[in-house]
């Protein structure tokens, strides 16, 4: 018997070949232990394998091709990588500028949803020949996918989309171009919608809802031109591109009530005068209202709405704050609340961002070119001085704390100057006045007159009386009418005229004379037309005009109409004498008192009656003698 041993297949294989018979088993079996330990392979167990195998050769079957006795360990090749593609088309070129949502419209991704499955490749598992060698195994060949736009790579290899919208796979690289083109400022959202034949529309539509929820887009979304855009893309076959999905809602920014100003609350300096010149005394500094009146037009407020973007964040809307004047006292709205009333007659006044209406007009230094004249309805209160040039207007009562010179001074209340009034100014007020003193100046009053110091080369009207007994209390010079009697402490000069008329109104007076001058101008008037009419048609105007030709009676009824004109107007003069007379004579009882001297040359008036004094007298009153119609005097 003669074996043979071979080590096939790199050593994985040990072969025994029967060359010559007869076949021994007990023998086989040892010759062919020997053989492998000289071969270097290892035998495991008792033999009784290799025994088993080596039956093969029983009955002197040659087995050409020999008999296996020993094997190693082969090589396990590595499994290749596996993608599974969840969209139609695999292979998806493009070329330059071609437009992907035309060529490849139902290769439709969502947001969320798997587009590809990629299975990796397994490594190789090596061998061992039955001599101990190594045999290498190579790994399974991997398929390259790269994770483009709108794709994400998950750890068990599933690429997912993050968007909605077409899916292109070429030469391994995987994207999903977006269908949803969001505005910057997320207040809209517009839709590429691409068909897809494997579900119907409803389910489609819900697809894309959730997909666009994903993507952040949440609000405002149009359900109905989503349904219109999938039924026209599934019955097209092709996509619907520029659908506006979602619209944001914008904020309502809010705004404060605001109000617009009907009256100019600045300063207008200078009045232009005839011929372009600027009056700079005139500076519109007081505006004056009746109660009532209208102050500003109310623009009503807005209330603020946050608006909303389509990712469902909320837009806070800006509050725009007024800026401009708001009502503050005296102030009321209307009763349709569209306007600001004064609510009493009065200035308007600004301080700080309000505007009242107050009863008095405060000017913290004087009178000049940085105020302007003062024209007000309420009460005036000046702590510095009128300067020169300068007026001050008023409906109620004025207080000036320091002088007024050369300027004028007309209230409808009454006046006090707790300093002087010089140099030809002029003071008006319709009640009482209380001043320091006057110089070469002129003040009229429905009231009293009190002078603290002095009255010098004055002109006083005053229809109550003229108080100036305290300090000096002295009148020198000038003209004092005070129609219910002087009390001073001194009246006259050596060196200046003084007339001190009391018991009359010289105004009046000088009112009856111009009365009776314009009667006298009328009756003139009056003679000439009844001269030019003739006797007989004063006589009977009615038979007189109907005996006259057509062309002739208009002149004379013209004259007519005069005479009957000139005779009202004459009545109504009388009547207004006789009033003065009746004001004239009721006032003889006043008197003039001086604690002290009154002065050679001062000139006294009592109602109708006039005396000039050629002595000096002391502590005297001057009267009115009803019986002697003279201005008598007696010792105080």
Same mark, same amino acid.
């Given at each position: 018997?003669?074996?043979?041993?071979?080590?096939?297949?790199?050593?994985?294989?040990?072969?025994?070949?029967?060359?010559?018979?007869?076949?021994?088993? /007990?023998?086989?079996?040892?010759?062919?232990?020997?053989?492998?330990?000289?071969?270097?392979?290892?035998? /495991?167990?008792?033999?009784?394998?290799?025994?088993?195998?080596?039956?093969?050769?029983?009955?002197?079957?040659?087995?050409?091709?020999?008999?296996?006795?020993?094997?190693?360990?082969?090589?396990?090749?590595?499994?290749?990588?596996?993608? +599974?593609?969840?969209?139609?088309?695999?292979?998806?070129?493009?070329?330059?500028?071609?437009?992907?949502?035309?060529?490849?419209?139902?290769?439709?991704?969502?947001?969320?949803?798997?587009?590809?499955?990629?299975?990796?490749?397994?490594?190789?598992?090596?061998?061992?020949?039955?001599?101990?060698?190594?045999?290498?195994?190579?790994?399974?060949?991997?398929?390259?996918?790269?994770?483009?736009?709108?794709?994400?790579?998950?750890?068990?290899?599933?690429?997912?989309?993050?968007?909605?919208?077409?899916?292109?796979?070429?030469?391994?690289?995987?994207?999903?171009?977006?269908?949803?083109?969001?505005?910057?400022?997320?207040?809209?959202?517009?839709?590429?919608?691409?068909?897809?034949?494997?579900?119907?529309?409803?389910?489609?539509?819900?697809?894309?809802?959730?997909?666009?929820?994903?993507?952040?887009?949440?609000?405002?979304?149009?359900?109905?031109?989503?349904?219109?855009?999938?039924?026209?893309?599934?019955?097209?076959?092709?996509?619907? !591109?520029?659908?506006?999905?979602?619209?944001?809602?914008?904020?309502?920014?809010?705004?404060?009530?605001?109000?617009?100003?009907?009256?100019?609350?600045?300063?207008?300096?200078?009045?232009?005068?005839?011929?372009?010149?600027?009056?700079?005394?005139?500076?519109?500094?007081?505006?004056?209202?009746?109660?009532?009146?209208?102050?500003?037009?109310?623009?009503?407020? +807005?209330?603020?709405?946050?608006?909303?973007?389509?990712?469902?964040?909320?837009?806070?809307?800006?509050?725009?704050?007024?800026?401009?004047?708001?009502?503050?006292?005296?102030?009321?709205?209307?009763?349709?609340?569209?306007?600001?009333?004064?609510?009493?007659?009065?200035?308007?006044?600004?301080?700080?961002?309000?505007?009242?209406?107050?009863?008095?007009?405060?000017?913290?230094?004087?009178?000049?070119?940085?105020?302007?004249?003062?024209?007000?309805?309420?009460? @005036?209160?000046?702590?510095?001085? +009128?300067?020169?040039?300068?007026?001050?207007?008023?409906?109620? /009562? +004025?207080?000036?704390?320091?002088?007024?010179?050369?300027?004028?001074?007309?209230?409808?209340?009454?006046?006090?100057?707790?300093?002087?009034?010089?140099?030809?100014?002029?003071?008006?007020?319709?009640?009482?006045?209380?001043?320091?003193?006057?110089?070469?100046?002129?003040?009229?009053?429905?009231?009293?007159?009190?002078?603290?110091?002095?009255?010098?080369?004055?002109?006083?009207? @005053?229809?109550?009386?003229?108080?100036?007994?305290?300090?000096?209390?002295?009148?020198?010079?000038?003209?004092?009418?005070?129609?219910?009697?002087?009390?001073?402490?001194?009246?006259?000069?050596?060196?200046?005229?003084?007339?001190?008329?009391?018991?009359?109104?010289?105004?009046?007076?000088?009112?009856?004379?111009?009365?009776?001058?314009?009667?006298?101008?009328?009756?003139?008037?009056?003679?000439?037309?009844?001269?030019?009419?003739?006797?007989?048609?004063?006589?009977?105007?009615?038979?007189?005009?109907?005996?006259?030709?057509?062309?002739?009676?208009?002149?004379?009824?013209?004259?007519?109409?005069?005479?009957?004109?000139?005779?009202?107007?004459?009545?109504?003069?009388?009547?207004?004498?006789?009033?003065?007379?009746?004001?004239?004579?009721?006032?003889?009882?006043? !008197?003039?008192?001086?604690?002290?001297?009154?002065?050679?040359?001062?000139?006294?008036?009592?109602?109708?009656?006039?005396?000039?004094?050629?002595?000096?007298?002391?502590?005297?009153?001057?009267?009115?003698?009803?019986?002697?119609?003279?201005?008598?005097?007696?010792?105080?």
């Amino acid at each position: 018997m003669e074996l043979r041993v071979e080590l096939r297949q790199g050593g994985l294989e040990a072969v025994v070949l029967l060359d010559q018979g007869p076949y021994d088993p /007990d023998a086989a079996v040892q010759t062919v232990t020997e053989r492998l330990r000289e071969m270097g392979v290892p035998l /495991d167990g008792d033999g009784r394998g290799l025994r088993v195998a080596l039956s093969a050769f029983e009955g002197g079957s040659a087995q050409p091709d020999g008999v296996v006795v020993a094997r190693g360990e082969p090589p396990q090749p590595g499994i290749p990588a596996q993608v +599974v593609a969840f969209f139609p088309i695999k292979d998806t070129p493009l070329e330059p500028g071609e437009d992907p949502f035309e060529r490849y419209p139902t290769n439709v991704a969502y947001a969320g949803e798997p587009v590809l499955q990629k299975t990796p490749p397994s490594p190789g598992i090596p061998g061992k020949s039955l001599t101990g060698v190594p045999l290498p195994a190579p790994d399974g060949a991997d398929i390259p996918v790269i994770a483009g736009e709108g794709v994400v790579e998950e750890e068990d290899g599933t690429f997912r989309a993050t968007t909605y919208g077409v899916v292109l796979f070429h030469r391994g690289r995987l994207q999903v171009v977006s269908a949803v083109d969001l505005a910057e400022d997320k207040m809209e959202a517009r839709l590429c919608v691409l068909p897809d034949a494997r579900v119907d529309v409803p389910t489609q539509v819900g697809k894309i809802k959730s997909a666009l929820d994903r993507l952040g887009i949440r609000a405002g979304l149009d359900d109905e031109a989503l349904e219109a855009a999938a039924r026209a893309a599934q019955a097209g076959g092709r996509a619907v !591109t520029d659908v506006v999905v979602a619209r944001g809602t914008p904020p309502v920014h809010g705004r404060e009530t605001d109000y617009k100003i009907l009256f100019d609350p600045g300063k207008k300096v200078g009045k232009e005068l005839e011929g372009g010149r600027i009056d700079f005394r005139e500076v519109e500094a007081v505006k004056n209202v009746t109660r009532g009146e209208a102050l500003a037009e109310v623009v009503p407020g +807005v209330d603020p709405v946050p608006g909303q973007r389509v990712d469902g964040s909320a837009i806070r809307p800006r509050m725009e704050r007024a800026q401009g004047l708001k009502p503050g006292q005296n102030v009321v709205p209307s009763e349709d609340g569209t306007k600001i009333l004064a609510d009493a007659d009065g200035m308007v006044i600004v301080q700080g961002n309000l505007f009242h209406v107050a009863d008095q007009y405060l000017v913290s230094g004087d009178v000049d070119y940085r105020t302007g004249n003062i024209r007000a309805t309420g009460d @005036v209160e000046i702590r510095g001085e +009128v300067k020169p040039g300068f007026e001050v207007h008023t409906e109620k /009562d +004025v207080l000036i704390h320091k002088d007024v010179e050369e300027a004028v001074v007309e209230a409808g209340g009454g006046v006090t100057i707790r300093g002087g009034v010089t140099a030809s100014s002029r003071v008006v007020a319709g009640g009482n006045v209380s001043v320091r003193h006057v110089l070469n100046s002129r003040v009229e009053a429905e009231g009293d007159l009190e002078v603290k110091i002095s009255l010098t080369n004055a002109e006083v009207y @005053v229809h109550g009386r003229v108080l100036a007994v305290q300090g000096q209390g002295t009148i020198r010079g000038g003209l004092v009418n005070a129609t219910r009697g002087v009390e001073a402490r001194s009246v006259g000069s050596e060196a200046a005229a003084t007339h001190i008329a009391v018991g009359v109104d010289l105004r009046v007076v000088r009112d009856i004379e111009a009365i009776d001058a314009q009667r006298e101008k009328i009756a003139t008037a009056m003679a000439q037309l009844q001269s030019n009419l003739g006797p007989a048609l004063l006589k009977n105007p009615r038979a007189a005009l109907e005996a006259m030709p057509v062309a002739l009676r208009r002149p004379k009824l013209e004259m007519l109409q005069k005479i009957k004109d000139l005779y009202q107007k004459d009545a109504d003069l009388k009547a207004q004498r006789e009033m003065l007379v009746i004001e004239t004579q009721a006032l003889r009882k006043a !008197t003039v008192s001086v604690q002290g001297e009154v002065f050679a040359g001062t000139q006294i008036t009592v109602s109708t009656a006039c005396l000039k004094l050629t002595e000096t007298l002391r502590r005297v009153q001057f009267y009115y003698d009803t019986d002697k119609n003279t201005v008598a005097w007696k010792k105080l």
